[in-house]
């Protein structure tokens, strides 16, 4: 069974790797990447050659055709892809020719179907660049009327265009004028809760103080203050409506435990019928004794929590909203007990440990207002409109 399965896993491998057979499955680009790498790594042989011939012959009548017709067509937006073309033939027949330098040099002549592309490549190249920038000119009258997602469409095609030919007709300005144009500005404006907190406005400069303004995330630009020259399109308000800490807090627990240990012996004499004598028998003394465990526990938590909404400036329309949460713990829990040490097994266990001072108030609510910066800072990178 298994010499079965290995013949034909063979005879499928070879069957897949055999250009003939691809060629006659309509696959000729597999076919000649494989007569390609025969020839890089193997002997060359008449059968190779063959291969390496027809495969190459089928490849180039089908982009040859494939040209002609786009050509012919006259359609603009069909140049990008006839330039994408030229690049992958371009591409090929470099690695062709590498493979023939290299048979020449071993005494073999290997001849290959070719298609010039030089100028067609070209031409195909200003076209792809005209295609993208006329597109984009649709787009720019809107663009300096104040639509923004008009203005990032043209940008997106005066890239394109600058993809295929950079400084196209002044494009690179336009395309820097559409990106001005496209960007959302966003005034960022702390503001007081509905309720009055500890040490609010330090926390609130805290807050601002480990962010860098303007954040720039993609088309949005964040503000701390007014640009000058630049229009606010949006409000984002953020505001505390959540600072707290909690009292120093303290459980007390016991545990109490008995057992009964040595405590001491006595030595007594008795009569011993085998050694018919009085022997000394020692007796040991048990005593029950008693411990109490007591386990304290101390805690205190802290949190911030901020408010964010989003408001359009031209409707005076809340558009987002969302809540950032930061909060710190702190724990500490130590056992001292009482009584005679040798009543201590696991049901009660002294574990040591020794009692903390609590963290300050400003110690932990500081703490929780910078995780709530962590996650604002990560907010402002995402896009808002």
Known sequence: MKTLYFLLTTILVYSCANPQKLLEKGKPDKALEISLRRLERGKPNDKAFENFRQSAQAVAARDRRLLNDWVASSTPELWPRIFELTQQIGQRQNRMAAVQE????????????????????????????????????????????????????AYGFLDSCYHYFPGFRQSLALQQEMRRLGTTHILLRPAKGPKSYFQEDEMMSRLLSGLNFPVQSGWQAIHLSPPEGQEIHLDLEIYFDLLYVSPDGQDVSTCCATAEVENGY????????QDSAYVEVKEIQYLQVSATVTTTAQYKDAGARLQLQLIDRASGQQSFQAQLYGEDSWSNEFT???????????????????????PSDWDMLTDAVDEVRWRLRRRLQMAFD
């Open 102 to 153: 290299k048979l020449k040099n071993r005494g073999y002549g290997l001849q290959a179907d070719t298609i010039p592309i030089r100028f067609l490549a070209e031409e195909a190249r200003e076209k792809s660049a005209i295609y993208y920038y006329a597109l984009a000119q649709e787009y720019v009258p809107a663009a300096r009327s104040g639509n923004r997602p008009a203005a990032r469409q």
């Open 266 to 273: 006595t030595i007594r004499k008795e009569w011993s019928p």
């Open 336 to 358: 001292t007990y009482s009584g005679d040490y040798r009543a201590l097994t696991g049901q009660c266990p002294s574990t040591g440990g020794s009692c903390w001072m609590f």
